[in-house]
């Protein structure tokens, strides 16, 4: 199993930005492909945010592009997510999830492995 553990949620005010970390605590961590984000909000279900690949290849929602950018540190074994001009739109908890497999889809039980979350509350 692999522990994912996020940081770096809060609150912020519209427009303002956030980045969030996710250190992925395994003994392999070159066996895992894809990472990506996904979120949920109060009441919603769980959708995806962005995910990347080994690769470096990235996939965005149509509604954090231009906004939001996800990039991955091999060496530290570490997911971010940077997150600019944020909306009220996106407060939620933001989940960190794995995949040993290149996931090309936005569905979420492609990722076996999951952090707790982290909650950023965008005021309004």
């Known amino acids: 199993q692999v522990q994912l553990v996020e940081s770096g949620g809060g609150l912020v005010q519209p427009g303002g930005s956030l980045r969030l970390s996710c250190a992925a605590y395994l003994t392999s961590f070159f066996s895992i492909n894809t990472m990506g984000w996904y979120r949920r909000a109060l009441g919603n279900q769980r959708e995806l945010v962005a995910t990347i690949l080994k690769s470096g290849t990235t996939n965005y929602a149509d509604s954090v592009k231009g906004r939001f950018t996800i990039s991955r540190d091999n060496a530290k074994n570490t997911l971010y997510l940077q997150m600019d001009n944020l909306k009220p739109d996106d407060t939620a908890v933001y989940y960190c999830?794995?995949?040993?497999?290149?996931?090309?889809?936005?569905?979420?039980?492609?990722?076996?492995?999951w952090g707790q979350g982290t909650q950023v509350t965008v005021s309004s």
């Open positions: 999830a794995a995949s040993r497999l290149a996931v090309v889809t936005a569905a979420p039980n492609e990722y076996p492995y």
